[in-house]
């Protein structure tokens, strides 16, 4: 028996050895942390705006007008957005800066841009890009009659980043 009564000693020992080594004592836990701080970066939407929304401006026949953007890299959910009306017919696109080239070359060849708003008297711009550079060209392809453009919608790209 006397053994038996030792050995629940020794346990007793060995299990408030263990106890206090971790912390643990009349039950209640004691965590320890450390002192680390911890930095996130919270996204932010981004708007610019390209074309006020009432902004008016006219284009001689033959000829464009550009307004030029870029989007930082590392951006994301890029969109732009925005609409206009024209007395006459003109053709907008969005066009990256080796489209914007080959326009300048041959006016014509706007057509051909992913993002191209037709030969008419106003559209709504909407469409989804990806960081970069890029030209916003409001072109009149006709011979006669200066056109006028009137943005009805604030044309604005909008990002996160």
Do not use: C, W
Not at 97 to 122: C, K, L
């Amino acid at each position: 028996m006397g053994g038996r009564i030792a050995t629940i000693i020794v346990a007793i020992l060995i299990i408030a050895g263990i106890s206090y080594f971790l912390g643990i004592s009349h039950g209640t836990q004691q965590y320890q942390t450390s002192s680390s701080t911890i930095y996130t970066t919270i996204p932010q939407v981004y708007t610019l705006t390209l074309l006020s929304k009432g902004q008016v401006f006219s284009i001689n026949p033959g000829y464009y007008e550009v307004v030029n953007f870029s989007i930082p890299q590392g951006a994301y959910s890029i969109n732009i957005t925005g609409s206009y009306t024209s007395q006459g017919k003109v053709e907008v696109a969005i066009l990256t800066p080796a489209r914007y080239g080959a326009f300048t070359q041959n006016p014509s060849s706007i057509t051909s841009s992913q993002y191209y708003y037709g030969d008419t008297q106003g559209a709504t711009i909407n469409a989804l890009l990806t960081a970069g550079q890029y030209s916003l060209v409001f072109y009149d392809p006709g011979i006669f009659t200066q056109d006028t453009i009137t943005v009805i919608n604030p044309i604005v790209v909008e990002y996160t980043k």
